[in-house]
């Protein structure tokens, strides 16, 4: 029997950058979860019968919101619930099981790279039937829902067995729990050259890949050591756990340092790399050698040909506007369109549908194809791996080679996080009161020769996303952008993301801190960080 249960609305629902992240205890209070889902399904239309996908990365809270949304759909009319085992599916892979089955849309339990546990991070995401984050009219419709729910669906019913492959009904709904790995361990093998990779790991180059002990740990053990042939203990904190055992799985340098130390030992690993929480980023070192995102996403659009999946070559190459220039060089050298979007995933969205990109990428160590509509880690590591095999380079060289001829974008991201909200709303609104007089501007970095609000004009739609951050581009091409991250749950974080370009006939070795510190010092004069944030320094530099 359906069950109409009254509510009340939470003002606090308004999807980030990726769906809806909060404290576990919001998503705690009675009605809250149940109220985000109903308002997902409020602003669909046409889904009755239909199949939706749900799964998330393990993180505390998965299993219970998971029972939630299977009784919420089924008092809802879904047809069929295609359910990850054990309430697993990493992003990537629910993409793909929502493109390969032909759902109606899915259900994306994680709050990513943010750490899980009683006392962490939840989230909810809704994916639309091309497997990506649902673009900004649909999470505006969500939100409007939102403010005005009055009462939402679902069922009286026991909780289903999430551990068991194969179908169940409920209410007349069939739920369908599926293998979290098979589908996407098989798409994988079609993109890339499985047996050069594994004469590769055989001829004694070693790889260590760092799960985090979130999501990606049965996927990479699976494919690295079970197809790829790489040796047990290959894959390190492989067994997702609710809380990350502790961890921030957040693969960047200061979270992954211990992949980071051991890539930098005299006698450490050939290649590194690491996924987050729910498996959507990647972080690439090689021995003695830290690829930055966005330098990886220009490696891997120049060397894509190289992978069967993409032997084709790219129809063009997409980047977040904060992310490095490094990738219009070589969609200029391959002659291809580079198209520049607000950051989050869910705009490329349309640029992979219309087939006018065919990788894309962002300094948030996102990087993805049109295989599916999410940024893939595993995706990402195994491009480099078939680079590698191919060229049978250390990716020092392969790095040093690609800077010898595009040249170099110098580039690091300072975020400061947690600053009171009211603060970081106050330096931003500084900077763009700002921004007409920006230009002459003597700084530590150069003149200032334009400033803006960056904003995007969708090629496909026409829909505009405004205010997406603010740009200050110097005289030699160098460039500051400061934004606020919409993926935090504590305060406000403030995002500095610097560039320098260096041609290829420069000096292609400089340490990175010494090549930005004019822009650094440039960074703090324009907007008074310190004064704003009190804060002496960035929490992080990635
Ligand atoms: C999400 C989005 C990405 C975005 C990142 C950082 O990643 O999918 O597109 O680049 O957040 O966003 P922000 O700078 O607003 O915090 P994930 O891995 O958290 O889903």
Known sequence: MILTVNTTPFTDQKPGTSGLRKKVKVFQQPRYAE??????????????GQTLVLGGDGRFLNREVI?????????????????GQGGILSTPAASNVIRQYGAFGGLVLSASHNPGGP??????????????PAPEAVTEAIYANTLQIASYKTIEAPDVDLDTVGTTDLAGMTVQVIDPVADYAALMETLFDFAAIRDLLASGFVMQFDAMSAVT???????????????????????PLPDFGHHHPDPNLVHARDLYDALMAPDGPDFGAASDGDGDRNLIIGKHCYVTPSDSLAVLAANAHLAPGYARGLAGIARSMPTSGAADRVAAALGIPLFETPTGWKFFGNLLDAS???ICGEE?????????????????????????????????????EHWARYGRNYYARHDYEAIETARADALMARLRGSLEALPGTQ??????????????????????????GVRILFADGSRIVF??????????????????????????????????APLIAAAEELAQIVAHTGMAEPSVIT
């Open 217 to 239: 740990g049965p996927y990479a053990t699976e494919i690295f050591e079970r197809r790829l042939g790489a040796p047990a203990g290959t894959v390190r904190n492989g067994v």
């Open 364 to 400: 948030s160590a996102g990087t993805g194809s049109d295989h599916v509509r999410e940024k893939d880690g595993i995706w990402a590591v195994l491009l480099w791996l078939n680079v590698l095999a191919a060229r049978r380079q250390p990716v020092a060289t392969i790095m040093a």
């Open 443 to 468: 700084t530590a970095a150069g003149t200032v020769s334009m400033a803006d609000d960056f904003s995007y004009t969708d090629p496909t739609d026409g829909s505009i996303s405004a205010r997406q």
């Open 35 to 48: 109220n985000f889902i109903q308002s997902v399904f409020d602003s669909l239309d046409g889904f009755a």
């Open 67 to 83: 029972q939630v949304a299977l009784r919420m759909a089924a008092a809802n009319g879904f047809g069929r619930v295609l359910v």
């Open 119 to 132: 006392d962490e991070d939840f989230g909810i995401k809704y994916n639309i039937a091309n497997g990506g």
């Open 356 to 358: 006018l990109a065919t």
């Open 483 to 516: 934004r606020l991250s919409g993926t935090g749950t504590e305060g406000a974080t403030l995002r500095v993301y610097l560039e320098r370009y260096e041609p290829a006939d420069g000096d292609l070795g400089q340490e990175t801190a010494a090549a930005l």
